[in-house]
């Protein structure tokens, strides 16, 4: 072969080359982190449905009871769910951004003992609230509630009380295993436990003939069902190996920096759970308080449903944002948020159809009563509209918690749920003659003005500021100083390197 003294010369890369790599380069990290998020809220998407379907089964054998184990049942999960169910899941919360950005930061053992500090921290909420538990039929009675179905409420809660042991284990494993991004053991385990729930339904309610107590210790087995195969698939998964070092007396100290997060984190959650049960209350102050109240629970089922999707892709953008900023990868955080919030567009406008075209036949799945349908069709397209909002609000608080910025989530809620949407939904509804639609209408402001201001602030991060803010929690969660979010939120404004989202 001949080969030229002189070699040919090659034309140097063009710009054109350079921006067509580059444009290639970002579409593959946006088809990997697409991926990544995707493994973590697919299988989330899945436990969440399952965990829906036990709820829903517990209610059928409720109402196989007959109509007033059905209303104290109903009652009593209220109850519980605004007294305590709620406090737990928010406060868990906390954990969440302290523990995907230790992972992030390969400081493994820290996750571990965020867990045990997080477990305590719920054991010790859950004694005010089983002592508030045993005294609710004085709280319904003082209320004006019926005593029979008081009395009834009052058996299932009391019963229910194990649940607070179980729920205080339950999420913080949830928590430490979802932000190493390790979810489908978990809809493998909430297979196994939902499966068993029927049988143990069965079992307590017919066979042994426990009646509403079955039903109440039916779901009580099933969540420790749930929290002991976890903790066998940890045990034999070796998952613990990085990050157990052991039951530790460190666990009692540095609990500045969680709390800092759980209890805003908690405010969160409660403050928009809390809005729908006010709902409820105010629907009973309606022109037609029977039909509007059961096209209420109805629609309340349906948005939980529909929740679980939004949700599941906010549990996957916290943790895909808290690994990036604690392995100080502000980039790939942004890019994360990015397309976490892009997809929740996609879920918003899903949700929208899906409420418009079964808004004539869904309630029949419910219900036979005439003006229950007509109110239920009625209301569906506004939830629709309100998911368009719900969706990207509830993605962007996914962001906030992997950037450890629970306050902002808290204050946003505070201020679109209640000085929005409860004054619009009350006006609507008691002065402006909308009636039961006026109420729906004021959540739908509610949403609105909640992902306004949601993504008018995640447009202002300062990435770069927030990976530093990550290392700051990592040095604080591990000596247990204490972690202010405006001592460093604050600060955003005095950065020249704020970045659209």
């Known amino acids: ?44 998407v899945l436990t969440g449905l399952l965990l829906y379907s036990r709820s829903m089964i517990s209610m059928l054998f409720l109402g196989r009871l007959g109509e007033l184990a059905l209303a104290g049942g109903s009652l009593a999960i209220g109850f519980a769910n605004i007294t305590g169910y709620s406090l737990l ?69 009391l019963y229910s009380l194990p649940d607070l042991v179980a729920q205080s284990i339950l999420h913080p494993l949830r928590i430490y295993l979802r932000t190493q991004s390790i979810t489908l053991p978990l809809t493998c385990c909430a297979t196994f436990a939902i499966l068993l729930h029927i049988p143990i339904n069965y079992l307590l309610v017919y066979v042994l003939d426990l009646g509403i107590t079955g039903i109440a210790l039916s779901s009580v087995w099933t969540h420790f069902n749930l929290v002991g195969s976890l903790i066998v698939y940890i045990i034999i998964s070796g998952v613990y190996k990085k990050t157990w070092s052991g039951i530790s007396l460190e666990c009692l100290k540095g609990w500045k920096s969680l709390m800092n997060l759980a209890i805003p984190s908690c405010i969160s959650v409660c403050l928009e759970w809390w809005w729908y049960e006010i709902m ?11 039909a509007t109240v059961a096209s ?26 808290g690994n990036e900023l604690g392995a100080n990868n502000p980039k790939r955080a942004k890019l994360a948020a990015i397309i976490g919030l892009s ?27 005439v003006e229950i349908i007509a109110l239920t069709s009625m209301v569906l397209p506004i939830i629709g509209l309100c998911e368009l909002g719900n969706c990207p609000q509830t993605t962007g608080c996914g962001v906030l918690r992997g950037t450890a910025r629970p306050k902002l989530g808290a204050n946003i809620n505070l201020g679109c749920f209640y000085l929005v949407g409860t004054p619009v939904a009350v006006w609507l509804s008691f002065y402006g003659g909308y009636d039961f639609k006026g109420l729906w209408i004021g959540l739908l402001a509610a949403q609105g003005s909640c992902v306004v201001t949601m993504l008018f602030n995640l447009v202002r991060t300062d990435w770069d500021h927030q990976a530093h803010r990550a290392k700051k929690l990592m040095e604080n969660a591990a000596i247990g100083h204490e972690f202010e979010e405006e001592d460093v939120t604050s600060k955003i404004d005095d950065h020249n390197k704020d970045s659209p989202v």
């Open 280 to 290: 409820i209350l105010l629907c009973g102050l309606l022109i037609n308080p029977r």
């Open 296 to 321: 209420m629970g109805i629609l309340i089922q349906t948005t939980a449903l529909m929740y679980i999707f939004p949700s599941s892709l906010s549990f996957g953008i916290s943790a895909r944002v």
């Open 343 to 369: 997809s929740s567009f996609v879920l918003g406008f899903s949700a929208l159809l899906f409420a418009v075209m079964v808004r004539n036949i869904w309630a029949t799945m419910f219900t036979q009563d």
């Open 89 to 157: 899941s928010g406060l868990a919360m906390g954990m969440e951004p302290i523990c995907g950005q230790a992972f992030g930061a390969k400081r493994y053992k820290l996750l571990g003992l965020t867990m045990q500090r997080t477990i305590l921290l719920l054991l010790l909420t859950s004694i005010p609230v089983a002592f508030l538990w045993l005294n609710m039929k004085k709280i319904l009675l003082f209320c004006g509630q019926e005593e029979d179905i008081a009395h009834q409420a009052q058996i299932y809660i």
């Open 1 to 44: 072969m001949h080969t030229p003294l002189i070699p040919e010369k090659v034309a140097p890369p063009s710009d054109d080359d350079d921006q067509q790599k580059s444009d290639d380069h970002h579409l593959l990290l946006a088809i990997k982190e697409a991926k990544c998020i995707a493994n973590i809220a697919l299988p989330m």
